[in-house]
Structure formats: structure tokens, C-alpha cells
């Protein structure tokens, strides 16, 4: 026994938490340098496809990418980027702006009440069937070539996405958090500001990220049909001109634009707003 107590190996001391806490940042790094190689992989092996099919078709069918980066600088230099991209920005923004304004309020009583989830839940679930292109024709009929068709596009579109998240962010609202508020004489106000906002933001980032790239292609429809400005008009005006070169340049500024949006806006926005959540504030690491 004594031998057997002489021969144990000694116990491994306790890691220490800075070690812990730099391992963790060195596999965060490590996964950061990984997606980013996957990305560019991703770009690098588009852009040799797409070589290869002008290659193969002929660049009068399919421009080489070389040809649509000329056309791009072309209309970025000539003025035309800033001021119809600023003018579908705008648009689309006033449509969010409209949608958030009729559709979180509806999101907040469907999830709240049962009454009003009864009343507005077949119409909301019906106005977010409808395809998109049906709400840009019809927004053309009843305003014509005017911006408020685009804006009326996007907001019809929107709506129902982001009272559906709204409602599903206050339906999955834990039920004892409110109880206990109330307990302790917390005002109505403060449960809402407190415990229902919270955890409805979440929720109301992904309709945002939902609709985004749905309201773009609405929007750019719109001006395409019937507009007098923006990316849509453009591109109709470069289709006619039959420069398929200027057409997809239109198209490759619009994906950037949207990227950027995307990563240096919205996902900023989301992890900023999130911190306080165990899983931001890991990956932030």
C-alpha cells in the first residue's frame, strides 16, 4: 500500500485562467484566418468560373470580369454611382422605416395578446406569401413612376417579416422573468424597456437581415418596371443599350454595397447591441 501511495503520479496543477483565456483567443484567430481563407477560396474560384463561361460563350454574351471593372469605374468616375445608389438607399430606408413603423407595433400585440394574435395572424402570414413581384406591380399602379412606388415595394414587403419575428421574440419571452418583475413592483414601462426589449432585439436583427436582401431586389425591381432614378433604372437603361458589360458592373456595385452593409453595419450593430450575451462576447475574443 505504501508503495503503491510512494509511485502515484502527482496531481496536474490547476490551469491557470490567463493560459485558458489565451488558448481561446488563439483558436478564435485560428478560425478567423479559416473562414477568411474559405471566403477568398470561395471569390477566387467564382471569378475563374466565370473566366472559363466567357471563355466558352464569347465575351459579347459574357463579359470577362476585367471588362465589367472597367465599366464599374467608368460609372463610379462618372457620377452616376453616388447619385442613383443614393437615391435607392433612400427609398429603401423610407420603406424599412414605414415597415418598422406598422409592423413592430402589430409584432408586439400578436405576441403579447391573444386576441390580437387571433386577428392579425392570417393577414400577416398572408401578406408574407405574396411574391415581391406582385407588390412592386401593383405599387407601380397606384403611384405610377414616382419614388413612392419603390418605398410602398419595400414596405409591404418587409411588414409582415418583421411582426412575425417581433411576435415570435415576445412569445419567447420567459414568462417567470415577467412574474417576477411584477413581484418585486416593476412598472409595466420597465418590463418593457427592461425584459421584453431585450429579448425581442435578437429577433428584430434577423427580420433585418431577412428583409434586407429581399427589400433590395423589390426595390430595384420597382425602378425597373417603372422608376426615374436608382440602380434599377440604370440597369434598365444599360439593357436597352443592350452593354450586358454595364449591366453586370450595375449589378457586382450593387453585391458590394449591400456586403458592406451587411458586414460592417448590420453584423457591428448586432454584436454591439449583444454583447451582453455569453456567445458575442466569446466570439469577440
Not at 32 to 51: D, S, Y
Not at 71 to 88: K, M, P, Q, R, W
Not at 119 to 127: C, E, K, P, Q
Not at 197 to 222: D, Q
Request: a positive charge; charged letters at 15%; one cysteine or more.
Amino acid at each position: 500500500m505504501t508503495d503503491q501511495l510512494v509511485g502515484a503520479a502527482p496531481a496536474a496543477p490547476p490551469a491557470d485562467p490567463d493560459d485558458r483565456e489565451a488558448g481561446a483567443r488563439r483558436t478564435a484567430k485560428m478560425r478567423r484566418w479559416r473562414r477568411t481563407g474559405l471566403v477568398l477560396l470561395g471569390w477566387v474560384a467564382m471569378f475563374a468560373l466565370w473566366e472559363f463561361g466567357s471563355w466558352w460563350f464569347g465575351s459579347r454574351l459574357l463579359p470577362r470580369p476585367y471588362e465589367v471593372f472597367q465599366s464599374a469605374v467608368e460609372i463610379v468616375e462618372s457620377g452616376n454611382f453616388l447619385t442613383d445608389f443614393t437615391a435607392s438607399v433612400l427609398k429603401t430606408f423610407a420603406g424599412f422605416a414605414v415597415a418598422a413603423a406598422v409592423g413592430a407595433p402589430v409584432g408586439y400585440l400578436m405576441g403579447r395578446y391573444n386576441y390580437w394574435r387571433a386577428f392579425f395572424h392570417d393577414g400577416v402570414t398572408i401578406a408574407g406569401t405574396i411574391p415581391a413581384i406582385v407588390y412592386a406591380v401593383m405599387s407601380l399602379i397606384v403611384f405610377g413612376l414616382s419614388n413612392l412606388g419603390p418605398i410602398l415595394a419595400v414596405a409591404l414587403v418587409s411588414a409582415p417579416y418583421i411582426a412575425l419575428n417581433v411576435a415570435e421574440g415576445i412569445r419567447g419571452v420567459d414568462k417567470q422573468l415577467i412574474t417576477m418583475s411584477e413581484a418585486f413592483g416593476r412598472s409595466p414601462q420597465q418590463i418593457r424597456r427592461e425584459v421584453l426589449m431585450p429579448t425581442i432585439v435578437p429577433y428584430v436583427f434577423a427580420a433585418i437581415r431577412m428583409c434586407f436582401a429581399v427589400a433590395w431586389k423589390v426595390e430595384a425591381l420597382t425602378e425597373v418596371f417603372g422608376g426615374r432614378n436608382g440602380v434599377g433604372f440604370q440597369i434598365r437603361t444599360e439593357y436597352q443599350l443592350y452593354d450586358i458589360a454595364a449591366v453586370l458592373a450595375w449589378m457586382f456595385l450593387f453585391i458590394v454595397f449591400m456586403l458592406v452593409i451587411e458586414r460592417l453595419v448590420l453584423a457591428k450593430s448586432e454584436a454591439r447591441l449583444l454583447a451582453w450575451r455569453p456567445q458575442e462576447r466569446s466570439s469577440a475574443l
